[in-house]
């Protein structure tokens, strides 16, 4: 059994810093979070991320940038399909190696207060409050992912408490290692594939900001649409 521990930058993450290592295998730290702890296996960042705020890698860390994940994202679909979990995919490909079978992640919630932090290093800019073709339901990309993962054997779950944009299902760290992947509806999850690949939205350099006409938001949406019924539906495929 693998489980991986996936920290993001809400204010809450900062608890993680006295966790004990058990019983995470991994640590995938996304943009900001490896300053939390220094035992993270793989800092994940994208090409506009500062650079007076990239990590340095130790001995057996990882850093992982455009070069990897800008190919596994194309590998699963694309960035408009995926969205704001990105990093979360693109984290969980560069540890595929590792095949873990529960990536725990925390501090990822994408949800933001009108007042006060936003993040555990004072206030940042949160990428659901802009407009983009690819955040146009959070929920639906986390559902994404998480058919996506199961469809490999693996469980996403949420070591959060508070509000939450993610479907993922709730535990706790010490009962991570537990859990199993959620059922889902295999006819759903087919459909939304097919119509994914039929349009075609991959971009090979990743900046899908820059092909913005080839997009139709109508058709995201219904792809958005089959990916949470997918998740919360787990029907059973009809013969």
């Known amino acids: 059994m693998t489980v991986t521990l996936m920290l993001g930058s809400a204010p809450m993450a900062a608890e993680a810093a006295v966790w004990p290592r058990a019983p995470f295998d991994t640590i995938i730290a996304i943009n900001n979070a490896w300053r939390i702890r220094p035992d993270w296996d793989a800092a994940v960042y994208p090409w506009d991320f500062p650079p007076d705020r990239h990590p340095v890698a130790g001995r057996g860390q990882r850093l992982v940038t455009e070069d990897d994940f800008v190919p596994a994202q194309n590998a699963l679909g694309g960035f408009v399909y995926a969205g704001a979990t990105m990093a979360f995919t693109s984290a969980y490909w560069a540890f ?33 409050l802009r407009a983009d073709i690819t955040l146009r339901s959070l929920e639906a990309k986390s559902a994404r992912l998480m058919v996506l993962a199961a469809m490999q054997g693996c469980a996403m779950v949420n070591l959060s408490t508070g509000p939450s944009r ?47 006409d080839r997009f139709d938001p109508l058709e995201i949406d219904r792809i958005d ?7 919360t539906r787990p029907l059973q495929q009809t013969a």
């Open 225 to 231: 649409a089959l990916w949470l019924a997918a998740a």
């Open 166 to 212: 993610l479907v993922f299902p709730r535990t706790s760290p010490a009962a991570a290692a537990a859990v199993r992947p959620e059922a889902w509806c295999t006819d759903l999850a087919a459909q939304a594939l097919a119509r994914e690949a039929a349009l075609d939205y991959r971009v090979p350099s990743g900046r899908y900001w820059e092909e913005l």
């Open 96 to 128: 595929s190696a590792l095949k873990p079978k529960v990536i725990a992640v925390f501090g990822c919630d994408m949800h933001y207060p009108r007042n006060g932090k936003t993040h555990f290093y004072g206030t940042g800019a949160p990428d659901p």
